[in-house]
Protein backbone atom coordinates (compact mmCIF):
# COMPACT_ATOMS: atom_id res chain seq x y z
CA UNK A 1 0.00 0.00 0.00
CA UNK A 2 1.29 3.29 -0.96
CA UNK A 3 1.11 6.26 1.46
CA UNK A 4 -1.03 9.30 0.00
CA UNK A 5 -2.34 12.59 1.29
CA UNK A 6 -5.78 13.01 1.67
CA UNK A 7 -8.20 14.93 -0.68
CA UNK A 8 -11.58 17.23 -0.55
CA UNK A 9 -13.27 19.06 -3.39
CA UNK A 10 -11.73 22.41 -4.57
CA UNK A 11 -15.18 24.07 -4.78
CA UNK A 12 -18.69 23.32 -3.63
CA UNK A 13 -20.99 20.89 -5.82
CA UNK A 14 -24.76 21.09 -6.13
CA UNK A 15 -27.08 18.35 -7.86
CA UNK A 16 -30.53 17.87 -8.19
CA UNK A 17 -33.12 14.99 -8.63
CA UNK A 18 -35.50 12.68 -7.07
CA UNK A 19 -35.26 9.61 -4.87
CA UNK A 20 -35.54 6.57 -6.61
CA UNK A 21 -37.74 5.24 -3.54
CA UNK A 22 -39.63 8.27 -2.32
CA UNK A 23 -39.94 10.29 -5.55
CA UNK A 24 -39.37 13.31 -3.49
CA UNK A 25 -37.15 16.20 -5.01
CA UNK A 26 -33.65 16.25 -3.33
CA UNK A 27 -31.22 18.75 -2.99
CA UNK A 28 -27.48 17.74 -2.85
CA UNK A 29 -24.60 20.19 -2.26
CA UNK A 30 -21.01 18.65 -1.68
CA UNK A 31 -18.94 20.93 0.29
CA UNK A 32 -14.92 20.91 0.30
CA UNK A 33 -14.21 20.00 4.13
CA UNK A 34 -10.94 19.77 6.64
CA UNK A 35 -8.38 17.06 7.03
CA UNK A 36 -9.77 14.36 9.26
CA UNK A 37 -13.00 15.16 8.44
CA UNK A 38 -14.63 12.19 6.55
CA UNK A 39 -17.92 12.29 4.78
CA UNK A 40 -20.64 14.02 7.13
CA UNK A 41 -23.82 14.28 6.01
CA UNK A 42 -26.04 17.13 6.53
CA UNK A 43 -29.56 16.43 6.75
CA UNK A 44 -32.02 19.45 6.40
CA UNK A 45 -35.45 19.70 5.38
CA UNK A 46 -36.86 18.39 9.21
CA UNK A 47 -39.60 19.54 10.62
CA UNK A 48 -39.59 22.38 12.68
CA UNK A 49 -36.17 23.57 10.61
CA UNK A 50 -34.46 21.23 12.64
CA UNK A 51 -31.05 19.71 10.77
CA UNK A 52 -28.71 16.99 12.09
CA UNK A 53 -25.14 15.89 10.65
CA UNK A 54 -24.99 11.97 10.60
CA UNK A 55 -20.78 11.01 10.19
CA UNK A 56 -20.80 8.56 7.12
CA UNK A 57 -19.94 5.41 9.15
CA UNK A 58 -21.61 1.88 9.42
CA UNK A 59 -22.50 2.27 13.16
CA UNK A 60 -25.30 4.99 11.91
CA UNK A 61 -27.01 2.32 9.23
CA UNK A 62 -30.60 2.89 10.36
CA UNK A 63 -31.70 -0.03 7.40
CA UNK A 64 -30.08 -1.98 4.35
CA UNK A 65 -33.43 -2.88 2.69
CA UNK A 66 -33.21 -2.67 -0.96
CA UNK A 67 -30.89 0.62 -0.30
CA UNK A 68 -28.31 1.65 2.58
CA UNK A 69 -30.41 4.51 4.88
CA UNK A 70 -28.03 6.29 7.49
CA UNK A 71 -30.09 7.17 10.88
CA UNK A 72 -33.54 6.53 11.88
CA UNK A 73 -36.99 8.28 10.70
CA UNK A 74 -37.20 10.20 13.96
CA UNK A 75 -34.60 12.00 14.03
CA UNK A 76 -33.64 12.44 10.33
CA UNK A 77 -32.46 9.99 7.67
CA UNK A 78 -30.79 9.97 4.62
CA UNK A 79 -31.44 6.91 2.48
CA UNK A 80 -29.63 5.43 -0.54
CA UNK A 81 -26.30 7.00 0.27
CA UNK A 82 -24.01 4.28 -1.44
CA UNK A 83 -23.81 5.59 -4.97
CA UNK A 84 -22.38 8.78 -3.45
CA UNK A 85 -19.90 6.79 -1.04
CA UNK A 86 -19.09 4.43 -4.25
CA UNK A 87 -18.08 7.94 -6.31
CA UNK A 88 -16.24 9.44 -3.47
CA UNK A 89 -14.05 6.15 -2.15
CA UNK A 90 -13.88 4.76 -5.96
CA UNK A 91 -12.03 9.06 -6.74
CA UNK A 92 -10.46 8.48 -3.27
CA UNK A 93 -12.29 11.55 -2.15
CA UNK A 94 -12.03 11.98 2.17
CA UNK A 95 -12.92 14.83 3.32
CA UNK A 96 -17.16 15.92 2.39
CA UNK A 97 -20.03 17.98 3.91
CA UNK A 98 -22.70 16.55 1.84
CA UNK A 99 -25.55 18.66 2.66
CA UNK A 100 -29.00 17.38 1.35
CA UNK A 101 -32.49 18.95 2.31
CA UNK A 102 -34.89 15.50 1.61
CA UNK A 103 -35.02 12.06 2.75
CA UNK A 104 -33.42 10.39 -0.06
CA UNK A 105 -30.27 10.81 -2.49
CA UNK A 106 -31.41 11.66 -5.55
CA UNK A 107 -30.50 8.75 -7.97
CA UNK A 108 -29.78 10.62 -11.11
CA UNK A 109 -28.95 8.03 -13.63
CA UNK A 110 -28.93 5.06 -11.14
CA UNK A 111 -25.22 4.91 -10.86
CA UNK A 112 -22.22 6.39 -10.02
CA UNK A 113 -21.82 8.38 -13.08
CA UNK A 114 -23.27 11.50 -12.49
CA UNK A 115 -21.42 11.99 -9.03
CA UNK A 116 -17.96 11.11 -10.40
CA UNK A 117 -18.35 13.64 -13.39
CA UNK A 118 -19.29 16.31 -11.21
CA UNK A 119 -16.60 15.59 -8.69
CA UNK A 120 -14.14 15.63 -11.14
CA UNK A 121 -15.67 18.72 -12.74
CA UNK A 122 -14.90 20.65 -9.19
CA UNK A 123 -11.64 19.27 -9.10
CA UNK A 124 -9.97 17.41 -6.31
CA UNK A 125 -7.64 19.31 -4.10
CA UNK A 126 -4.50 16.98 -1.74
CA UNK A 127 -4.32 18.23 1.57
CA UNK A 128 -1.49 18.20 4.09
CA UNK A 129 -2.48 15.27 6.51
CA UNK A 130 -1.76 11.63 5.50
CA UNK A 131 -4.76 9.64 4.13
CA UNK A 132 -5.48 6.66 6.89
CA UNK A 133 -6.77 3.08 5.91
CA UNK A 134 -8.38 0.49 8.16
CA UNK A 135 -5.78 -2.75 7.27
CA UNK A 136 -7.45 -6.03 7.52
CA UNK A 137 -5.69 -8.09 9.87
CA UNK A 138 -7.59 -11.70 9.65
CA UNK A 139 -10.49 -12.76 7.94
CA UNK A 140 -14.21 -12.02 8.84
CA UNK A 141 -16.98 -13.75 7.19
CA UNK A 142 -20.94 -12.96 7.44
CA UNK A 143 -22.99 -15.93 6.14
CA UNK A 144 -26.95 -15.79 5.47
CA UNK A 145 -28.92 -18.15 3.14
CA UNK A 146 -26.55 -19.10 0.85
CA UNK A 147 -24.78 -15.99 0.96
CA UNK A 148 -21.36 -14.43 2.40
CA UNK A 149 -19.29 -11.81 2.73
CA UNK A 150 -16.27 -11.63 3.73
CA UNK A 151 -12.85 -9.47 4.06
CA UNK A 152 -9.58 -10.78 4.45
CA UNK A 153 -6.08 -9.52 4.61
CA UNK A 154 -4.27 -8.22 1.26
CA UNK A 155 -0.49 -7.01 1.00
CA UNK A 156 -1.83 -3.78 -0.64
CA UNK A 157 -4.91 -2.20 -2.13
CA UNK A 158 -8.18 -3.17 -1.65
CA UNK A 159 -9.54 -6.07 -4.16
CA UNK A 160 -12.98 -6.80 -4.81
CA UNK A 161 -14.34 -10.00 -5.79
CA UNK A 162 -18.12 -9.95 -6.10
CA UNK A 163 -20.61 -12.42 -7.42
CA UNK A 164 -24.62 -12.78 -7.96
CA UNK A 165 -26.59 -15.55 -8.89
CA UNK A 166 -30.32 -14.74 -9.58
CA UNK A 167 -32.52 -17.42 -10.85
CA UNK A 168 -33.12 -15.20 -13.74
CA UNK A 169 -32.34 -15.97 -17.61
CA UNK A 170 -31.19 -12.47 -18.35
CA UNK A 171 -29.27 -12.00 -15.35
CA UNK A 172 -27.90 -15.57 -14.24
CA UNK A 173 -24.36 -15.92 -12.75
CA UNK A 174 -21.63 -12.97 -12.82
CA UNK A 175 -18.16 -12.46 -11.43
CA UNK A 176 -16.38 -10.10 -11.49
CA UNK A 177 -12.80 -9.25 -9.72
CA UNK A 178 -10.98 -5.75 -10.02
CA UNK A 179 -7.93 -4.08 -8.03
CA UNK A 180 -9.55 -0.70 -6.95
CA UNK A 181 -8.58 2.43 -8.32
CA UNK A 182 -9.41 5.73 -9.65
CA UNK A 183 -9.43 4.75 -13.09
CA UNK A 184 -10.86 1.44 -12.82
CA UNK A 185 -13.20 2.52 -10.85
CA UNK A 186 -14.67 5.12 -13.12
CA UNK A 187 -14.03 3.16 -16.24
CA UNK A 188 -15.62 -0.28 -15.03
CA UNK A 189 -17.62 0.44 -12.08
CA UNK A 190 -19.22 3.81 -11.87
CA UNK A 191 -21.61 3.59 -14.78
CA UNK A 192 -23.44 0.43 -13.96
CA UNK A 193 -27.52 1.06 -12.91
CA UNK A 194 -29.44 -0.21 -10.71
CA UNK A 195 -31.53 -3.04 -11.69
CA UNK A 196 -35.09 -4.12 -11.10
CA UNK A 197 -37.83 -6.95 -11.78
CA UNK A 198 -41.09 -5.74 -13.59
CA UNK A 199 -42.90 -8.30 -11.72
CA UNK A 200 -41.98 -6.74 -8.48
CA UNK A 201 -42.64 -3.32 -9.42
CA UNK A 202 -46.52 -2.87 -8.71
CA UNK A 203 -45.54 -4.38 -4.88
CA UNK A 204 -43.16 -2.38 -4.31
CA UNK A 205 -45.59 0.60 -5.30
CA UNK A 206 -47.72 -0.93 -2.69
CA UNK A 207 -45.12 -0.24 -0.08
CA UNK A 208 -44.70 3.10 -0.87
CA UNK A 209 -40.86 2.13 -2.65
CA UNK A 210 -40.04 2.45 -6.27
CA UNK A 211 -41.78 6.00 -6.68
CA UNK A 212 -38.95 7.71 -8.71
CA UNK A 213 -38.02 4.62 -10.53
CA UNK A 214 -38.15 4.97 -14.29
CA UNK A 215 -36.12 3.47 -17.57
CA UNK A 216 -34.26 6.72 -17.29
CA UNK A 217 -32.44 5.81 -13.59
CA UNK A 218 -32.75 2.35 -13.34
CA UNK A 219 -32.22 -0.88 -15.33
CA UNK A 220 -35.86 -2.63 -15.41
CA UNK A 221 -35.60 -6.19 -16.68
CA UNK A 222 -38.78 -8.81 -17.92
CA UNK A 223 -38.89 -12.26 -18.34
CA UNK A 224 -37.64 -12.27 -22.09
CA UNK A 225 -34.98 -9.54 -21.35
CA UNK A 226 -33.36 -5.85 -20.88
CA UNK A 227 -36.68 -3.27 -21.63
CA UNK A 228 -34.46 -0.16 -21.79
CA UNK A 229 -34.24 0.78 -25.26
CA UNK A 230 -30.82 1.11 -25.31
CA UNK A 231 -29.81 -2.34 -23.24
CA UNK A 232 -27.00 -2.52 -20.61
CA UNK A 233 -23.98 -0.39 -20.60
CA UNK A 234 -21.66 -3.18 -20.12
CA UNK A 235 -22.30 -7.27 -20.91
CA UNK A 236 -21.77 -7.88 -17.35
CA UNK A 237 -24.20 -4.66 -15.52
CA UNK A 238 -26.18 -6.51 -12.96
CA UNK A 239 -22.87 -7.47 -10.94
CA UNK A 240 -20.43 -4.34 -11.77
CA UNK A 241 -23.86 -2.74 -10.14
CA UNK A 242 -23.54 -4.99 -7.08
CA UNK A 243 -19.78 -4.20 -6.93
CA UNK A 244 -20.75 -0.45 -6.90
CA UNK A 245 -23.05 -0.95 -4.05
CA UNK A 246 -20.21 -2.81 -1.93
CA UNK A 247 -17.92 -0.10 -2.69
CA UNK A 248 -20.17 2.46 -1.51
CA UNK A 249 -21.10 0.77 1.68
CA UNK A 250 -17.24 -0.68 2.15
CA UNK A 251 -16.56 3.00 2.60
CA UNK A 252 -18.66 3.66 5.75
CA UNK A 253 -15.63 1.81 7.48
CA UNK A 254 -14.81 5.61 7.73
CA UNK A 255 -11.51 4.92 5.82
CA UNK A 256 -10.30 3.39 3.28
CA UNK A 257 -9.94 -0.65 3.22
CA UNK A 258 -6.66 -2.44 2.64
CA UNK A 259 -7.61 -5.85 2.09
CA UNK A 260 -9.75 -8.03 -0.09
CA UNK A 261 -13.58 -8.56 -0.25
CA UNK A 262 -15.01 -11.35 -1.16
CA UNK A 263 -18.97 -11.59 -1.76
CA UNK A 264 -21.97 -14.08 -3.48
CA UNK A 265 -25.17 -13.26 -3.23
CA UNK A 266 -24.90 -10.33 -0.96
CA UNK A 267 -26.40 -7.00 -0.71
CA UNK A 268 -27.08 -4.11 1.61
CA UNK A 269 -27.45 -5.97 4.69
CA UNK A 270 -24.23 -8.19 4.37
CA UNK A 271 -22.06 -5.55 3.04
CA UNK A 272 -22.58 -3.78 6.79
CA UNK A 273 -22.79 -6.63 8.05
CA UNK A 274 -19.32 -7.74 7.27
CA UNK A 275 -17.88 -4.18 8.64
CA UNK A 276 -19.82 -4.82 12.17
CA UNK A 277 -18.09 -8.18 12.16
CA UNK A 278 -14.59 -6.63 11.31
CA UNK A 279 -15.13 -3.82 13.83
CA UNK A 280 -16.23 -6.17 16.90
CA UNK A 281 -12.83 -7.41 17.30
CA UNK A 282 -9.65 -5.08 17.76
CA UNK A 283 -7.40 -7.76 16.52
CA UNK A 284 -8.87 -7.76 13.12
CA UNK A 285 -7.81 -4.89 12.04
CA UNK A 286 -5.54 -1.88 11.98
CA UNK A 287 -5.55 1.84 11.69
CA UNK A 288 -2.48 2.58 9.29
CA UNK A 289 -0.87 5.87 8.02
CA UNK A 290 -2.10 7.36 11.14
CA UNK A 291 0.18 9.91 11.78
CA UNK A 292 -1.78 12.54 13.16
CA UNK A 293 -4.59 12.09 15.61
CA UNK A 294 -8.20 12.52 14.87
CA UNK A 295 -9.73 15.65 15.43
CA UNK A 296 -13.07 16.08 17.52
CA UNK A 297 -15.70 18.54 15.67
CA UNK A 298 -18.34 20.54 15.87
CA UNK A 299 -20.23 22.72 13.48
CA UNK A 300 -21.14 26.77 13.31
CA UNK A 301 -23.81 28.25 10.72
CA UNK A 302 -22.27 30.58 8.45
CA UNK A 303 -24.87 31.89 6.55
CA UNK A 304 -27.49 30.93 4.12
CA UNK A 305 -27.93 27.84 6.50
CA UNK A 306 -24.44 26.43 5.35
CA UNK A 307 -22.94 24.40 8.52
CA UNK A 308 -18.98 24.91 8.34
CA UNK A 309 -16.57 22.73 10.45
CA UNK A 310 -15.67 24.64 13.57
CA UNK A 311 -12.50 22.51 15.34
CA UNK A 312 -12.03 21.56 19.08
CA UNK A 313 -8.08 21.06 20.48
CA UNK A 314 -6.18 18.45 19.23
CA UNK A 315 -6.84 15.15 21.24
CA UNK A 316 -4.04 13.37 22.54
Same mark, same amino acid.
Do not use: W
Given at each position: ?120 ? =? !?? $?? @???? %?? &????? #? ?113 ? =? !?? $?? @???? %?? &????? #? ?47
Amino acid at each position: MKASRQTTLRKAIALTGVGVHSGQPARLVLHPASTNHGVVFLRTGLPDDRQRLIDARYVHVGATELCTVLGDKDSGSVSTVEHLMAALAGLGVDNVLAEIDGPEMPILDGSSACFVEAILA =A !GI $AR @QEAA %RR &YVKVL #RPVRIEHGRGFSELRPLDRGFRLDVEIDFDSAVIGRQRKIVDLDADTFCSEISRARTFGFLRDLEKLHKMGLAQGSSLENSVAIADDGVVNPDGLRYADEFVRHKMLDAIGDLAL =A !GY $AL @QGEY %RS &YCAGH #RMNVAVLEALFRDRANYAIVDAHAPRREFGYAELGAGVAMPAYAPDLT
